[in-house]
């Protein structure tokens, strides 16, 4: 048997990079940036006002001084006058400081007057309600790298560069077929013997969260023929193809033949030593200037949904060119016992709770290859390596954090 990290390896070890698209900035959230981004100016551009006050010099002001007003600057104006020795401008929040001005004073410390005279009391310091040119971004600064998969602020930051748009890693397209004669779309009439599958749409949900966009092209029966037919055809959709099914030793697994005759020797069927999981096959269909990568995934729902996460997400953000394609682990407590016979790594799953000291981990129910419920329930996979019998409850484990929702609030919980 296979180790989970010598897959890994034999998986990453040639991806092919995405090719990228230029998009819009409204539409850039969550894609991965394939460019790098160097500011083009400063941000802000000028010195502004934090506040609604006037422009001074700190020294005219002392305790108390009374100032010849000049003029009032608004936000998106250019003073018309210095502020010259013993005079101040009102100016506004944003507006660009007007030359000579080397403080504001904000309205609330001021009598308001904006003719003739004005009074302001101090004390004054140097600088005060300043926004330094270039004090967010400096011009020639390099803001964002590529790999990074952007945030809103990060979206919001190029657009303060003035910058339209975004060169991003274009989505692979990962065409989805699951293998077997009793397995049908959700929808149609079930016939005897038959089941709903359920791997299509778990596997599209998780095609899109690694950045993907899924094409679920439904179910092939178990014939050889009709295998070839949808695999030659999901081989030329797909910048990836992942099957379920009919990879392990049944006697009609024959998705394993039918891929030895497409990928040829660039082939390999896989026991990991990985629960669930263990038959895995991959490999790489060759073909008109393009590489298209084949996964043999099991039928077991959970079993697929696990190993797709531990082997074709890393693949889709490899390709994205994510730096960091793994799942994030964290460590936990375990809340109840753990007992698992030693031989495989085993990825339980388990919802995650706040303890008094910590986050606290416990099993959703039975964990069957077949379950899917508890995979719905599940917020991470806890982590027992091949030699491990499991950990008794207060103990420290180490989990893989599925998605974040867990983290959500039911009360803002600022804790001041
Ligand atoms: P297989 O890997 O083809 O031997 O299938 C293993 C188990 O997973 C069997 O119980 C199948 O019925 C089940 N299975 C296979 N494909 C699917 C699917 N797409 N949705 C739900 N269950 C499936
Ligand atoms: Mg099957």
């Known amino acids: ?21 230029q998009v819009p900035l409204a539409q850039a959230y969550g894609r991965v940036l394939a460019e790098s981004i160097q500011a083009p100016r400063n ?54 400081v007007p030359p000579g001005a080397d403080s504001v004073v904000m309205v609330e410390h001021s009598d308001g007057s904006q003719e003739g005279e004005v009074t302001l009391t101090g004390p004054v310091r140097q600088g005060q309600h ?38 991003v890693a274009r989505r692979p397209v990962v065409a989805i077929l699951s293998t077997g004669d009793e397995v049908v779309a959700p929808g149609l009439p079930l016939g005897e013997g038959q089941i709903y599958s359920s791997n299509n749409a778990a596997l599209a949900g998780l095609v899109h969260q ?14 050889l023929d009709a295998l070839r037919t949808r695999l030659g055809y999901a081989v030329k959709q797909g910048h990836l193809v992942v099957t379920t099914g009919g990879v392990s030793v049944g006697t009609y697994d024959l998705v394993k033949e039918v891929f030895e005759e497409i990928a040829g020797n660039d082939l390999a069927f896989w026991k990991v030593a990985m629960k669930p999981g263990k038959p895995l096959a991959f490999g790489r269909v060759k073909g008109k200037g393009r590489t298209v990568p084949l996964f043999g995934l099991p039928g077991n729902p959970v079993s697929c949904m696990v190993n797709f996460l531990q082997f074709v997400r890393p693949w889709i953000k490899t390709a994205l060119g994510e730096p960091a394609p793994y799942l994030p682990v964290v460590t936990a407590t375990a809340g109840e016992d753990f007992r698992v ?17 910590g986050w606290v981990v416990r099993r959703t129910g039975t964990q069957s290859s077949g379950a899917l419920s508890s995979m719905a329930l599940a917020s991470g996979l806890v982590l ?15 989990v893989q954090l599925l998605d974040s929702g867990f983290l959500d609030g039911e009360t803002p919980n600022f804790g001041w």
């Open 130 to 167: 300043i926004r330094r040119a270039g004090e967010d971004i400096a011009k020639g600064s390099t803001v964002l790298s590529p790999g990074v998969r952007l945030s809103p602020g990060q979206v919001g930051l190029v657009a303060s560069l003035g910058l339209p748009s975004l060169l």
């Open 210 to 223: 690694a950045g993907g966009t899924p094409l679920d092209l439904g179910s092939a029966a178990d014939d």
């Open 384 to 398: 027992f390596g091949p030699e491990s019998s499991g950990a008794s409850e207060g103990e420290a484990v180490r």
């Open 341 to 357: 016979k030693p031989g495989r790594a085993k990825l339980q799953r388990v919802t995650i709770e706040a303890g008094a000291s």
């Open 43 to 96: 941000v802000p551009p000028w010195d502004n006002s934090a506040m609604d006050g006037y422009a001074v010099r700190a020294a005219d002001v002392g305790e108390q001084a009374t100032l010849r007003f000049n003029e009032v600057i608004s936000a998106g104006s250019m003073a018309t006058m210095a502020v010259e020795p013993g005079t101040a401008s009102a100016i506004m929040t944003g507006a660009p």
């Open 1 to 21: 048997m296979l180790s989970i990290e010598e897959a890994l390896e034999r998986i990453l070890s040639d991806v092919p990079r995405t090719g990228a698209e």
